[in-house]
Protein backbone atom coordinates (compact mmCIF):
# COMPACT_ATOMS: atom_id res chain seq x y z
CA UNK A 1 0.00 0.00 0.00
CA UNK A 2 1.37 3.33 -1.08
CA UNK A 3 0.34 6.71 0.44
CA UNK A 4 0.08 9.80 -1.85
CA UNK A 5 -0.27 12.86 0.38
CA UNK A 6 -0.92 16.71 -1.83
CA UNK A 7 0.06 20.02 -0.99
CA UNK A 8 0.20 23.29 -1.98
CA UNK A 9 -3.38 24.07 -3.30
CA UNK A 10 -4.99 27.39 -2.73
CA UNK A 11 -6.06 30.67 -3.79
CA UNK A 12 -4.53 32.83 -6.51
CA UNK A 13 -5.26 35.45 -9.13
CA UNK A 14 -4.83 34.73 -12.11
CA UNK A 15 -1.50 34.71 -13.68
CA UNK A 16 -0.26 33.86 -10.75
CA UNK A 17 1.35 30.49 -9.95
CA UNK A 18 0.93 27.86 -7.46
CA UNK A 19 3.54 24.78 -7.02
CA UNK A 20 1.81 21.28 -5.97
CA UNK A 21 3.86 18.73 -3.98
CA UNK A 22 2.93 15.01 -4.13
CA UNK A 23 4.86 12.77 -1.07
CA UNK A 24 4.76 9.20 -1.38
CA UNK A 25 5.58 6.60 0.74
CA UNK A 26 7.00 4.67 -1.45
CA UNK A 27 9.47 5.26 -4.99
CA UNK A 28 7.08 4.41 -8.08
CA UNK A 29 8.17 5.86 -11.19
CA UNK A 30 4.91 5.99 -12.99
CA UNK A 31 3.34 8.70 -11.50
CA UNK A 32 1.27 12.16 -12.98
CA UNK A 33 -1.04 14.77 -11.84
CA UNK A 34 -4.89 14.98 -12.39
CA UNK A 35 -7.21 17.05 -12.23
CA UNK A 36 -10.71 17.39 -11.95
CA UNK A 37 -13.04 20.53 -12.43
CA UNK A 38 -16.61 21.00 -11.16
CA UNK A 39 -19.41 18.81 -13.60
CA UNK A 40 -15.75 17.32 -15.75
CA UNK A 41 -14.54 14.68 -16.20
CA UNK A 42 -11.01 14.06 -14.45
CA UNK A 43 -8.57 14.75 -16.80
CA UNK A 44 -4.45 14.42 -17.17
CA UNK A 45 -2.74 17.34 -16.28
CA UNK A 46 0.98 16.29 -16.34
CA UNK A 47 2.54 13.06 -15.98
CA UNK A 48 5.83 10.79 -16.19
CA UNK A 49 6.39 7.92 -18.39
CA UNK A 50 7.76 4.47 -17.30
CA UNK A 51 10.93 5.65 -19.17
CA UNK A 52 11.22 8.80 -17.28
CA UNK A 53 10.05 11.11 -19.76
CA UNK A 54 7.28 14.02 -19.26
CA UNK A 55 3.80 14.55 -21.27
CA UNK A 56 1.19 17.20 -20.71
CA UNK A 57 -2.35 18.16 -21.18
CA UNK A 58 -2.88 20.41 -24.06
CA UNK A 59 -4.65 22.89 -22.12
CA UNK A 60 -1.65 23.07 -19.72
CA UNK A 61 1.68 22.87 -21.81
CA UNK A 62 4.15 25.61 -21.77
CA UNK A 63 2.43 26.88 -18.16
CA UNK A 64 3.21 23.92 -15.95
CA UNK A 65 6.17 21.71 -15.47
CA UNK A 66 6.00 18.67 -13.63
CA UNK A 67 9.33 17.56 -11.87
CA UNK A 68 10.21 14.83 -8.76
CA UNK A 69 12.82 14.48 -6.01
CA UNK A 70 13.33 10.81 -6.14
CA UNK A 71 15.79 11.13 -2.61
CA UNK A 72 12.57 12.71 -1.31
CA UNK A 73 9.79 10.15 -3.21
CA UNK A 74 8.34 13.93 -4.21
CA UNK A 75 6.78 15.16 -7.01
CA UNK A 76 5.63 18.56 -7.72
CA UNK A 77 3.80 20.47 -10.13
CA UNK A 78 4.46 24.32 -11.20
CA UNK A 79 2.11 25.98 -12.15
CA UNK A 80 2.53 29.36 -14.14
CA UNK A 81 0.45 31.68 -15.91
CA UNK A 82 -2.48 30.04 -13.48
CA UNK A 83 -6.05 31.29 -15.67
CA UNK A 84 -9.40 30.57 -14.59
CA UNK A 85 -9.97 27.54 -15.77
CA UNK A 86 -7.49 25.81 -14.64
CA UNK A 87 -9.73 25.54 -11.02
CA UNK A 88 -9.60 22.96 -10.30
CA UNK A 89 -8.61 19.87 -7.48
CA UNK A 90 -5.79 18.41 -8.46
CA UNK A 91 -4.86 14.94 -7.56
CA UNK A 92 -1.76 12.74 -7.47
CA UNK A 93 -1.96 9.72 -8.89
CA UNK A 94 0.54 6.44 -8.82
CA UNK A 95 0.75 3.32 -10.90
CA UNK A 96 2.74 0.41 -9.22
CA UNK A 97 3.58 -2.19 -11.69
CA UNK A 98 4.86 -5.29 -10.68
CA UNK A 99 5.78 -8.67 -12.62
CA UNK A 100 2.98 -10.70 -14.05
CA UNK A 101 1.20 -7.62 -15.32
CA UNK A 102 0.06 -7.13 -11.98
CA UNK A 103 -0.89 -2.97 -11.22
CA UNK A 104 -1.63 -1.10 -8.07
CA UNK A 105 -3.25 2.34 -8.92
CA UNK A 106 -3.08 4.47 -6.22
CA UNK A 107 -4.81 8.13 -5.75
CA UNK A 108 -3.88 11.19 -3.49
CA UNK A 109 -7.01 13.11 -1.61
CA UNK A 110 -6.52 15.98 -3.42
CA UNK A 111 -5.45 19.20 -3.50
CA UNK A 112 -8.01 22.51 -4.37
CA UNK A 113 -7.09 25.11 -6.65
CA UNK A 114 -8.82 28.61 -7.07
CA UNK A 115 -7.55 31.10 -9.56
CA UNK A 116 -9.83 34.03 -9.66
CA UNK A 117 -9.86 36.46 -12.47
Given at each position: ?????????????????????????A?????????????????????????????????????F????D?A??????Q?????????????????????W??????W??????????
Open positions: QVQLVESGGGLVQAGGSLRLSCAASRINLMAWYRQAPGKQRELAAGFTSGGNTNYGDSVKGRTISRNKNTMYLMNSLKPEDTAVYYCYAKDVRPGITYDYGQGTQVIVSS
